[in-house]
């Protein structure tokens, strides 16, 4: 079983659907992030989880909407989406204050 | 300000070393961390080093820190055919858990 897992891997949504992105980390973290890879830009953070609490977003519309019910789970609610919103979004742990985080596979998003 | 800057493209012969290169702006940097991304998949953390240390070895990877010049280095030794992917440069700051990432060296590894 891998330490971040991410489902689904792929999805394609119209601008008007509502879906959720799923992330499950088994590695015993306590911080959860979310972030955008789009073509040609760096990766973005969208939105870090410490404990469960948000504390940071950055800047992200209000379309994006996530949710971290514990520590081990973190949903990405995605609701009237754009075409720009099309991108690898990645799923990471860490454990605050010791080493790296680490990744999920991604959820490639195509908005159409 | 937060920047990390590494440079787009690098192209080496199987066998030869690599060496991909990465510069940030921020002194506070705690840790900094190199990770590998192969295409239609996540992230994969490589290698890190805390501040404080100059090298870290691991196997075929080599990182280097100039602290004074605020640059890092990763050398891969040995450079195989499955070592071409992207490899992002990052760090963390003082007080913050949030990674700040560059834009990606693409490794290509010619026969």
């Known amino acids: 079983e891998t330490g971040v897992t991410q489902t689904p891997r792929h999805l394609v949504m119209g601008m008007t659907n509502k879906k959720s992105l799923k992330c499950e980390q088994h590695?015993?973290?306590?911080?959860m992030y979310w972030y955008k890879q789009s073509a040609k830009k760096p990766l973005e953070l969208m939105f870090v989880?410490?404990?469960?609490?948000?504390?940071e977003n950055n800047s992200v519309p209000s379309r994006f909407s996530p949710e971290c019910p514990n520590s081990s789970h973190l949903f990405l609610h995605l609701h009237t989406l754009q075409p720009e919103d099309s991108a690898l979004y990645l799923c990471?742990?860490?454990?605050?204050?010791?080493?790296?985080?680490?990744f999920g596979q991604g959820t490639r998003l195509t908005v159409v | 300000g937060e920047d990390v800057e590494q440079s787009l493209f690098l192209s080496v012969r199987e066998g030869d070393s690599s060496v991909i290169n990465c510069t940030y702006t921020d002194s506070s940097s705690t840790y900094l961390y190199w990770y590998k991304q192969e295409p239609g998949a996540g992230l994969q953390l490589l290698t890190y080093i805390f501040s404080n240390m100059d090298m870290k070895q691991d196997q075929r990877l080599t990182v280097l820190l100039n602290k004074k010049d605020k640059h890092l280095s990763l050398r891969i030794a040995d450079t195989q055919t499955g070592d071409s992917a992207i490899y992002f440069c990052a760090e963390t700051m003082d007080s913050s858990y949030k990674l700040i990432f560059g834009s990606g060296t693409r490794l290509l590894v010619r026969p």
């Open positions: 989880y410490n404990f469960k609490e948000q504390t």
């Open positions: 590695l015993g973290h306590n911080a």
């Open positions: 990471a742990s860490s454990q605050v204050g010791d080493g790296g985080a680490f």
